[in-house]
């Protein structure tokens, strides 16, 4: 069935549930069904039942302001948890000086002209110049065209022809960015920075792998270097929230598990809680090992703020209930004990981080968020009718429309969006089991385009998923 196009996604979204919208002093606004205003406070429900505000930090309530929530955060009522699916900085254009005509021969590397130009023994500077563009060239192709692992040996060996060269260097690391692989990145920016100290390219990516590592006071110092020698407004910005991060976590007190190093303000948790949250974290990834049959290499950083202190680091949507970019970011205020609200949080961004490791941050956000709402044990049966007189209406999102973090999308499309990721998930899993998931990360871990890796795994095209959703959600809807 076709779909339909984004203005029409505004109207025919109108089928869901009207919702009031809470919204408090300091500016938060929180989207809620059944909202009942009394002198004692204002009371809603959320799927894990009843919660009343304080009426001293409330606003206003704007009556039938938006669509009902898919999910709650912990604690508040508030909708949807969302994970980054793609770096923080952008992977730069590769090509130095143009190259020959003949890297690229009939829609391939031309590999054999490559290693003719790796192995002249004396190269004059412009033949030098000629060899570096070709190879990075060469690399650029292959990354464009998801061959990651093709794109990585070709840096490797144009670094091996030129080891002295910053710029292939830099090539080899965004490689290895791509892949997930962090610390042969680092290795590998720190020699070029050696070699090229004064690179602002090479600093901001230096910057990106520190702070994604979590040593966040030397991406800050590396990233002002960087803004020193050519002010970018990129870098401005992931300076700016690495200042706000250490900013708010500087009184922070860490506590550690296995596979986990929780981060807390000292007075938020006491320390029965603290156990209970890491040992929640480590159940949850038991199960997430069995699931998804991988085990990430290094520790998992949690971390837990108030609910300003998170949207003030964050600078997330007002719906985002938990943030995972790399990092396990949650907004914790007025619990004592676990609840399954909190555990259900933890689950979903615990499949993120599993997700982002076995696909090695390729995985499309429609499949990361439907695979996280099945880690919380969700299920789509409760939307089915509402999804089906959408795509009944030609109404459903584009699955190629949701390829990036919810976190950019219209705040009225994303109960839909999450909901129709569950669906499509459970879809494809009920068809090939959930092993077959797994194996479609693989091949986007590899590079493949999700297109491609569909094909591959469950003989389906995008169009084709879509297609078949309909018949899903007949089924659900009627079970």
């Given at each position: 069935?076709?779909?339909?196009?984004?203005?029409?996604?505004?109207?025919?979204?109108?089928?869901?549930?009207?919702?009031?919208?809470?919204?408090?002093?300091?500016?938060?606004?929180?989207?809620?069904?059944?909202?009942?205003?009394?002198?004692?406070g204002v009371t809603y429900e959320t799927a894990e039942g009843v919660v009343t505000l304080p009426r001293s930090i409330v606003d206003h309530v704007d009556r039938d302001g938006?669509?009902?929530?898919?999910s709650s955060g912990p604690g508040t009522g508030q909708p949807g948890t969302t994970a980054s699916t793609r770096p923080a900085v952008r992977v730069p254009s590769l090509a130095g000086p143009a190259p020959p005509e003949r890297v690229i021969v009939?829609?391939?590397?031309?590999?054999?002209?490559?290693?003719?130009?790796?192995?002249?023994?004396?190269?004059?500077?412009?033949?030098?110049?000629?060899?570096?563009?070709?190879?990075?060239?060469?690399?650029?192709?292959?990354?464009?065209?998801?061959?990651?692992?093709?794109?990585?040996?070709?840096?490797?060996?144009?670094?091996?022809a030129a080891p002295g060269d910053p710029?292939?260097?830099?090539?080899?690391?965004?490689?290895?960015?791509?892949?997930?692989?962090?610390?042969?990145?680092?290795?590998?920016?720190?020699?070029?920075?050696?070699?090229?100290?004064?690179?602002?390219?090479?600093?901001?990516?230096?910057?990106?792998?520190?702070?994604?590592?979590?040593?966040?006071?030397?991406a800050i110092k590396t990233w002002k270097r960087a803004q020193t020698l050519a002010p970018n407004a990129?870098?401005?910005?992931?300076?700016?929230?690495?200042?706000?991060?250490?900013?708010?976590?500087?009184?922070?007190?860490?506590?550690?598990?296995?596979?986990f190093t929780l981060r807390f303000e000292g007075r938020q948790i006491t320390t029965d809680f603290r156990e209970q949250i890491l040992d929640t974290l480590e159940e949850l990834y038991r199960q997430q090992e069995r699931d998804l049959e991988v085990s990430p290499r290094e520790p998992i950083l949690v971390i837990?703020?108030?609910?300003?202190?998170?949207?003030?680091?964050?600078?997330?949507?007002?719906?985002?209930?938990?943030?995972?970019?790399?990092?396990?970011?949650?907004?914790?205020?007025?619990?004592?004990?676990?609840?399954?609200a909190l555990r259900s949080v933890l689950a979903h961004e615990m499949v993120h981080t599993f997700v982002r490791y076995?696909?090695?941050?390729?995985?499309?956000?429609?499949?990361?968020?439907?695979?996280?709402?099945?880690?919380?044990?969700?299920?789509?049966?409760?939307?089915?009718?509402r999804l089906l007189d959408l795509y009944q209406k030609a109404a459903l999102l584009p699955l190629a429309s949701l390829n990036e973090s919810y976190s950019g999308l219209d705040q009225r499309l994303v109960p839909a969006a999450y909901a129709q990721s569950l669906a499509v998930v459970e879809m494809l899993r009920d068809r090939e089991g959930l092993p077959s998931l797994g194996r479609l990360l693989d091949r986007l871990a590899g590079g493949e385009s999700v297109g491609a890796a569909l094909r591959a795994v469950f003989g389906l095209s995008l169009a084709e998923v879509e297609e078949q959703l309909g018949a899903f959600l007949q089924r659900k809807a009627g079970s």
């Amino acid at each position: 069935m076709p779909l339909c196009r984004p203005l029409v996604w505004l109207t025919a979204l109108a089928c869901w549930a009207a919702a009031d919208t809470i919204v408090l002093k300091n500016g938060r606004r929180i989207l809620a069904e059944k909202v009942i205003e009394s002198e004692r406070g204002v009371t809603y429900e959320t799927a894990e039942g009843v919660v009343t505000l304080p009426r001293s930090i409330v606003d206003h309530v704007d009556r039938d302001g938006a669509m009902p929530p898919v999910s709650s955060g912990p604690g508040t009522g508030q909708p949807g948890t969302t994970a980054s699916t793609r770096p923080a900085v952008r992977v730069p254009s590769l090509a130095g000086p143009a190259p020959p005509e003949r890297v690229i021969v009939d829609g391939q590397v031309d590999r054999r002209y490559l290693e003719d130009l790796a192995r002249q023994p004396a190269l004059s500077p412009a033949g030098r110049e000629t060899m570096v563009a070709s190879f990075l060239s060469a690399v650029e192709f292959e990354i464009g065209h998801g061959r990651l692992s093709a794109a990585l040996e070709l840096a490797k060996r144009g670094v091996d022809a030129a080891p002295g060269d910053p710029r292939l260097l830099l090539g080899q690391a965004v490689v290895l960015i791509q892949q997930r692989e962090l610390r042969q990145a680092r290795e590998v920016l720190l020699r070029a920075r050696t070699l090229a100290p004064n690179s602002a390219e090479v600093l901001k990516f230096l910057g990106f792998v520190e702070y994604s590592s979590d040593r966040v006071e030397e991406a800050i110092k590396t990233w002002k270097r960087a803004q020193t020698l050519a002010p970018n407004a990129e870098v401005q910005q992931l300076l700016e929230r690495a200042e706000r991060e250490t900013a708010a976590e500087e009184r922070f007190q860490e506590a550690s598990s296995v596979h986990f190093t929780l981060r807390f303000e000292g007075r938020q948790i006491t320390t029965d809680f603290r156990e209970q949250i890491l040992d929640t974290l480590e159940e949850l990834y038991r199960q997430q090992e069995r699931d998804l049959e991988v085990s990430p290499r290094e520790p998992i950083l949690v971390i837990l703020y108030t609910s300003q202190a998170f949207y003030d680091v964050t600078q997330a949507p007002s719906w985002t209930g938990a943030l995972n970019d790399g990092k396990i970011r949650v907004p914790l205020e007025g619990l004592e004990t676990m609840t399954p609200a909190l555990r259900s949080v933890l689950a979903h961004e615990m499949v993120h981080t599993f997700v982002r490791y076995r696909s090695r941050g390729r995985c499309p956000a429609w499949l990361n968020e439907g695979l996280a709402q099945l880690g919380e044990g969700r299920s789509s049966t409760r939307f089915a009718a509402r999804l089906l007189d959408l795509y009944q209406k030609a109404a459903l999102l584009p699955l190629a429309s949701l390829n990036e973090s919810y976190s950019g999308l219209d705040q009225r499309l994303v109960p839909a969006a999450y909901a129709q990721s569950l669906a499509v998930v459970e879809m494809l899993r009920d068809r090939e089991g959930l092993p077959s998931l797994g194996r479609l990360l693989d091949r986007l871990a590899g590079g493949e385009s999700v297109g491609a890796a569909l094909r591959a795994v469950f003989g389906l095209s995008l169009a084709e998923v879509e297609e078949q959703l309909g018949a899903f959600l007949q089924r659900k809807a009627g079970s």
